[in-house]
């Protein structure tokens, strides 16, 4: 680079610097050359030879020593100038290098600089997309969280409306069957047990006070036909005839009431039996003689556990001629007895039917006609009548084994149909 061409304004500071540094040196420079030609110079010499040959001369020769001196020191400065010229397009060289690396510098921190723009403007475009997407999952999520809600929402009304449609009917069923029936209910209830005790005892004098006349021919012969030795058997418990029997059946109540069986066989009692419950079959047995009504539990249950423990102690008695029939006047009513008796008394669905142990009716007409049919086959039916019956056909009263539930005016049933 010459002098003459055009600087930058960033090379000026370089230059001065490198002027100055050489300016510095210079005097250096020049001392370090004069140390060098000093031992060269012929001062010391020329007079040792002078003195040798021509003593009378050394004025003359001191006085040409000291110029020659003087050309010398001279010549060498020349030289030094000479050699220093040299040294400026060295330090020109430099300039130039250190120039060019600054050059290098600024371009290479432009482009860092670029770069990091570049780094910038990518950072923020990746930041911006990731918070777009992740915005775009949470509105997704909440979208559906939603949508979620919304459907329970919607199933939760659905079962509140049909609940509250629920609870109106059953309140409408219950303003129509207990506060409407309920009342006239309870009085046909107890005006039907007024009826039964009356009509038994009235029934009970009755029989013991009448005169019977010699039966009429059909009669007789029933009558021979039950004195046959296969005849029906009539049970009178309460009787003095029959103290045998009576001792076996208070060893079954007994055996019941204190080492109950839960898995005996079919037929036997299988549930707890609590003394009151003794205390009402032993009545039914003892002082009813068989024949009559009892008052019931408070639930259909205690009253079929009541049933399945004379059941089965009429079973352990008379076997497979003794027959159940049961009177109730709903199909709901005689599932209830179905399965309390299969459940106290350990028995099927094939133990029920027309022609097995127990039969099951709604109707007391055809219940009587079975009983009939079943006393012709030298058969014991038993007759439970369920409390819910209001009244009692007269026709079930001539068999030999009949029990009824009659229903406490004072407290109301816990079930109604």
Known sequence: MNSDETQTPEQEPVKKLAVEAFEEQQPELE??????????????EVPVQLADDQPQLDLLSSTDAGLSDRAWNLTNLEEKKQT???????????????????????????????????????????LSEQLAKTQAAVEQIVQEGVQELEQRKQALQISIEQLERRRERIRTEMRTTFAGVSQDLAIRVQGFKDYLV?????????????????????????????????????????EQGFQEQIKQIRNILDQYRSLP?????SWQLRRTFEPIHAERVSNWFFTQGGRGALKTMGSRLQNILIASAIISVLHTLYGNRQRT???????????????????????????????????????????????????????????????????????????????????????MPLYQY
């Open 325 to 411: 029939l049961i009177l109730a006047n709903t199909p709901e009513r005689l599932g209830e007895w179905r399965r309390g008796l299969q459940d106290c008394l350990g028995i099927s669905r094939s133990d029920f039917g027309p022609e097995q142990g127990i039969t099951l009716f709604e109707e007391a007409p055809v219940l009587v006609q079975k009983a009939d049919r079943l006393l012709a086959q030298k058969q014991l039916p038993l007759i439970i009548v369920d409390e819910t019956e209001d009244q009692i056909n007269l026709s079930m009263l001539q068999f030999p084994l009949w029990l009824a539930f009659a229903p406490d005016p004072q407290q």
């Open 198 to 238: 009356g009509s038994l005892q009235d029934l009970t004098s009755a029989a013991e006070q009448l005169e019977l006349t010699p039966p009429s021919e059909p009669p007789r012969l029933v009558r021979e036909e039950y004195r046959q030795p296969d005849q029906a058997p009539t049970p009178k418990f309460a």
């Open 31 to 44: 001392a370090e050359a004069l140390e060098e030609l000093e031992p060269l110079t012929p001062k010391d």
């Open 261 to 265: 069986d839960y898995y005996g066989p």
């Open 84 to 126: 220093a010229e040299p040294a400026q397009p060295l330090e020109r060289e430099r300039m130039a290098d250190l120039t060019q690396t600054v050059a290098d510098l600024q371009r290479q921190e432009q482009e860092l600089r670029q770069k990091i723009a570049v780094l910038q403007e990518t950072q923020v475009q990746l």
